[in-house]
């Protein structure tokens, strides 16, 4: 098994792409983080070329459906004793909620703020949510 440098028990959020790494760690509160994290950009990618990484040195939860909101072709390894026992594959949740806002005017999350956004993942391929209140179709940018 790989073992991972200066992680002994903790997560490697892996594969983020090149430049994005800064916006996973704000995503993520990592700034207010009182452990170990190592924030790597540009690190070498067989599949990327360039990449950035995050190395977390405490077991955390983290929430998947945001990091698969933001990009899905993101990695995530759980590091026990600095081996990887385990990865984590993200794809784009199923279903949202008050993560992405309604942008029709005439929605009711937009009328009435205590109703919650929620959205459904109409397409993996595409990217693209809908509204359940008012079919208001979302595309996640790449
Ligand atoms: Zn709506």
């Known amino acids: 098994m790989l073992v991972v440098e200066g992680v002994k028990n903790g997560i490697v959020i892996d594969h983020i792409k090149a430049g994005k790494g800064i916006e ?39 929430n998947l459906d945001l990091l698969g909101l933001f990009d899905p072709n ?17 794809k784009l949740p199923q279903r949202v909620k008050n993560i992405i806002k309604c942008k029709n005017p005439r929605c009711i999350t937009s009328i009435e703020p205590y109703i919650e956004n929620e959205f459904e993942l109409l397409d993996q391929e595409s990217c693209e949510y809908r509204c359940v209140y008012c079919d208001e179709i979302y595309k996640i940018e790449k």
């Open 74 to 90: 993101i990695t995530i390894n759980v590091i026990e004793n600095e081996k990887v026992t385990s990865k984590i594959n993200l």
């Open 24 to 62: 996973v760690f704000n995503l993520l509160n990592l700034g207010e983080a009182d452990f170990h994290v190592a924030l790597i950009i540009n690190a070498q990618s067989k599949r990327l070329g360039k990449k950035d990484m995050i190395k977390v040195d405490n077991v955390m939860d983290l």
